[in-house]
């Protein structure tokens, strides 16, 4: 199995709404990745957890909220999102974070707020 | 900081026609590189990297990428294009330093292939 799994893979939500982006992965990776893609655009790192713990945060509005409750497992927390929120959320995975490893991605959730 | 050049941000090619993307990138020490696909509002697949060792390196779906020093480039190449292959493609540099937790995308290029 070398998929990760990210649901819902559409979500509209209002800018008072508050709602889950989850990403699962059974590789036995350890390190697991929040990206965000705008339209036309690469995708830019938003955080990092290495071994369930927070390791690099990207100076992500706290609007946004990630959480690792266990090493297959990351949700990524919305409350008060702006329009301009709206992308492209990609959820990755690697072995760990040592040099070199690759990254897996999954399908992403595009995100719409109104 | 490393960073990642792709100049060119749209390319056409007939089916059946070769392919090179290019890729420049910068970045200190030995780079740690990649070349990602996306198609159209979907995850990216990795197609290739080159870590360390031959500097020609051999992908998945008939692709290449040949790693020069001198020239800090990454260049892909595929030598006969199929239309499934009309995607966006991305180069990435990681930082050796921090491994994957410092991975550069470079803006990407858009592939069209004409029948």
């Known amino acids: 199995d070398t998929e990760v799994t990210q649901t819902p893979k559409h979500l509209v939500m209002g800018m008072t709404n508050k709602k889950s982006l989850k990403c699962e992965q059974h590789?036995?990776?350890?390190?697991m990745y929040w990206y965000k893609q705008k339209a036309k655009k690469p995708p830019e790192l938003m955080f990092v957890y290495s071994y369930e713990k927070l390791s690099i945060n990207e100076s992500v509005p706290s609007r946004f909220s990630p959480e690792c409750p266990n090493s297959s497992l990351l949700n990524l927390h919305l409350h008060a999102l702006q329009p301009e929120d709206s992308a492209l959320y990609l959820c990755?995975?690697?072995?760990?974070?040592?040099?070199?490893?690759?990254?897996?991605f999954g399908q992403g959730t595009r995100l719409t707020v109104v | 900081a490393q960073s990642v050049t792709q100049p060119d941000i749209h390319i056409t090619v007939s089916e059946g026609a070769s392919l090179e993307l290019r890729c420049n990138y910068s970045?200190?020490?030995?780079?740690?590189l990649f070349w990602y696909v996306q198609s159209p509002g979907q995850g990216l697949q990795l197609l290739l990297k080159y870590f360390s060792g031959d500097t020609l390196v051999q992908g998945i779906k008939g692709f290449e990428a040949e790693f020069k020093r001198s020239q800090s480039s990454f260049n892909l190449r595929k030598p006969s294009v199929h239309w499934s292959d009309a995607a966006e493609y991305f180069c990435?540099?990681?930082?050796?330093?921090?491994?994957?937790?410092?991975?550069?995308f470079g803006t990407g290029t858009r592939l069209t292939i004409i029948p």
């Open positions: 590789m036995g990776h350890r390190a």
């Open positions: 990435a540099v990681g930082a050796s330093n921090f491994g994957n937790e410092k991975l550069t």
């Open positions: 970045y200190g020490a030995t780079p740690y």
């Open positions: 990755a995975s690697s072995l760990d974070t040592r040099s070199g490893t690759e990254a897996f």
